[in-house]
């Protein structure tokens, strides 16, 4: 298993068609499970720096979704007010040990763009000491779904996302 994360700092590594991702962070498995679902708690760290929540529904259940909106709030940015919309469709929820969705780009809506990859996300929760380990796994249809994301970003924008959780869990 991918085991390399120490506490506030993120590992990733790619494998065939999935990202994986892994980071300790400073709270028990229930505060950072709560973290990834609760709608509040999301609107304080979900996003890139420079980036708010600035529109977050959650339906809760297998088949339910996360619904959100990403706002580019960097006035130093060119984009500055540029709107990233998602879509999350719930597997699976096994609170707090694992959760399972469909990782989707949508428009304000909540219709999923075909045109843009679709990933299937399985968070998984332990316990670390007094700590949680996150693992995350990303899978893409296939390798060149998985490299277009990459090119847009993903890897630096979901580290400095968990970064902000790290900041926000310490906090808390």
């Not at 980036?51 to 339906?59: A, G, K, S, V, Y």
């Not at 919309?85 to 399972?100: F, H, Q, S």
Request: net charge negative; glycine share 6%; hydrophobic share 35%.
């Amino acid at each position: 298993m991918f085991s390399r994360a120490k506490l506030g700092k993120i590992s990733s590594k790619v494998r065939e068609q999935s990202l994986f991702l892994e980071q300790v962070f400073p709270a028990s498995r229930e505060q950072v499970f709560q973290a990834f679902v609760d709608a509040e708690q999301l609107k304080e760290w979900w996003g890139p720096e420079g980036w708010q929540l600035t529109h977050c529904e959650i339906d809760l259940r297998p088949e339910g979704s996360w619904h959100f909106c990403m706002t580019c709030t960097d006035q130093s940015k060119e984009y500055v007010g540029q709107q990233s919309w998602g879509k999350a469709i719930y597997v699976e929820i096994d609170a707090p040990n694992r959760l399972v969705y469909r990782d989707c780009f949508s428009n304000e809506k909540g219709e999923i763009d075909p045109s843009l990859p679709e990933s299937l996300v399985i968070v998984e929760f332990s316990d670390q000491a007094k700590f949680t380990r996150v693992i995350s796994e990303a899978r893409y249809p296939t390798k060149e779904e998985l490299d277009e994301v990459l090119k847009m970003g993903l890897v630096a924008g979901i580290t400095e996302t968990w970064m902000k959780l790290d900041r926000f869990l310490r906090k808390s």
